[in-house]
């Protein structure tokens, strides 16, 4: 996105209006992309379909500027384009302008050719795989949402649990950890002893036992 507003910014410069509109257009792919990434991100599988969409409109307009370049190629504007410097240097080497220009015209529709393929083939495969994973995606995107934080949480094994109440029921009480455990439930004893529960049984699980 950041080389095609450079690339804008130069054919304005230049006078290249139907350049600049391009660029725009492409830009505008760039932006429906991103938006679709950041719809993904915040578990939206309609980002998949701005995915979609965005690779779609910039063949559409990779297309169509080929096309339109291919139909309007001219070999008389392309003859009076020539500079005095590159007619001298024609002159200087004895050729005729326009014995040239078949091979001029063949450049050009070739290059153009070239783009069009690697243009449909890239951004048509883009289009294709984004289209073929929508659905994986949005059923992903289900079950991230229908995910509780306790499922998302780090098992913890039973073992622990039985540990720390073997420990309480003998009365061994782990002084440090149980201030720790007052300060988290602000000094609610109904609370305190859960926290402290949780803090022991991490404090197992961590040093393996």
Partial sequence: MIVAAFGTFLT?????????????????????EVHGNRRLGRLDPEGMTWLVRSQMFLLAVVLVYAVSRLASFDSELALGNLTPEMQAALQEMDLDPRDLMPLVKLTVFTTYGIVIAVTGVYQGGLCLFYRSRTDLVARGIREARTMTPAALAPKVDQRFYNAVAAEMSAGTIHEGLWARAMAESDGQEARCKAVYIRLRVTELSQAGG
């Fill in 12 to 32: 304005l410069l230049f006078g290249d209006i139907l350049g600049m509109g391009i660029g725009v257009l492409v830009m505008g792919a760039g932006l429906m």
